[in-house]
């Protein structure tokens, strides 16, 4: 067996079934993909043993499938195509992409429905033609690869894009998509931004791993106080931000308090050794803009901090009844 022109597998078709069978094993087991052969209209002729494990046992069936209708409705027109192009003369004389992708059938009538997969599972082909002694196109041989490893790892990537890896809250960018949404449903609404106090000296005498309790602590206290609809992340480093959804300013004051108020009873060292913990909130309306909104809150948490933390303090009406939060 060779690859001529235009990735035509050459081979000698004298081969015993026997012969096959155990070139098909040897391949399933050195690379853990379905090996499928197909006659020169598409038709599945032999695979590798774990082909049941789409629920297709070409032992049992008197008619044999044709590949393309392994994929779902949508996607069995492109693996059509591709078959046929490959099967004119090759991927690189007919441009035929090496690997084409597609999510399976979920049930087939031509296979067992109690083997077929129920759910979407996505699998690629690479197909080569194979050419007779004559050099004449006779079917093609290839192999059906799995995705479905590599699709859980990409949907993993993308949630670490969007959640921070210590808290499991939004991280920054999510919580800015929220506050996109919130300003295009033009509800009413109101952004408070928390900051854990010093938390640069806390890292200099207690180290990182202690930083990063308090911010997991602190975390799950906002998850705790929080009520359905409240958007909460970690916009950076010590500090998080809560989306209030359809609150008033006194409601919100009075939910940024009696978390601070919380906060602060947990924070108390039963010992001298334990760092001394406080935290500060600034409070904005959700209006304009993502960066006026941000802004605001900003404006609002400068404001609390300079007051000496445990405060709550915020822009334009909602500064009304601003304080230290009393423990």
């Not at 007919?94 to 067992?112: H, I, M, Q, Y």
């Not at 924070?267 to 500060?280: D, E, N, Q, V, Y």
Request: with cysteine.
């Amino acid at each position: 067996m060779k690859t001529g022109r235009g990735g035509v597998i050459e081979m000698n078709l004298q081969i015993s079934s026997a012969e096959g069978a155990a070139l098909h094993g040897l391949l399933e087991e050195a690379i853990g993909d379905i090996v499928v052969q197909i006659d020169a209209r598409g038709f599945l002729e032999t695979a590798s043993s774990n082909m049941t494990e789409l629920g297709y046992d070409l032992t049992q069936l008197l008619l044999k499938p044709n590949l393309a209708d392994l994929a779902a409705k949508e996607y069995a027109e492109t693996l059509r195509r591709y078959i046929a192009l490959v099967l004119s003369g090759g991927p690189e004389e007919s441009g035929v992409v090496d690997w084409v992708e597609f999510p399976l059938a979920k049930a087939s009538t031509l296979g067992d429905p109690a083997k077929a997969s129920k759910k979407m599972n996505w699998y690629a082909l690479s197909l080569r033609a194979i050419a007779n002694s004559e050099a004449e196109i006779c079917g093609a041989l290839g192999v059906l690869r799995s995705l479905e490893g590599r699709r859980v790892l990409e949907s993993e990537m993308y949630s670490r894009a969007l959640i921070d890896p210590i808290t499991g809250l939004a991280n920054r960018h999510t919580i800015c998509a929220a506050l996109g949404r919130q300003l295009d449903s033009q509800e009413d609404g109101v952004m408070a931004l928390f900051e854990i106090d010093r938390m640069r000296a806390v890292f200099l005498q207690y180290g990182q791993r202690t930083v990063d309790e308090i911010i997991w602590s602190f975390a799950k206290l906002l998850e705790t106080m929080g009520e359905d609809g409240y958007e909460i992340g970690q916009f950076d480093a010590g500090r998080f931000c809560v989306l209030l959804p359809s609150l008033s300013g006194r409601e919100s004051r009075d939910w940024a308090k009696e978390t601070l108020q919380t906060f602060g009873r947990l924070a108390l060292s039963p010992t001298r050794r334990g760092p001394g913990l406080s935290a500060s909130v600034g409070l904005a309306r959700i209006e304009k803009s993502v960066d006026w909104t941000l802004k605001q809150a900003e404006v609002a948490l400068v404001m609390a901090r300079a007051k000496g933390g445990m405060q709550v303090a915020g822009c334009g009406d909602l500064s009304l009844g601003s304080g230290r939060v009393a423990l």
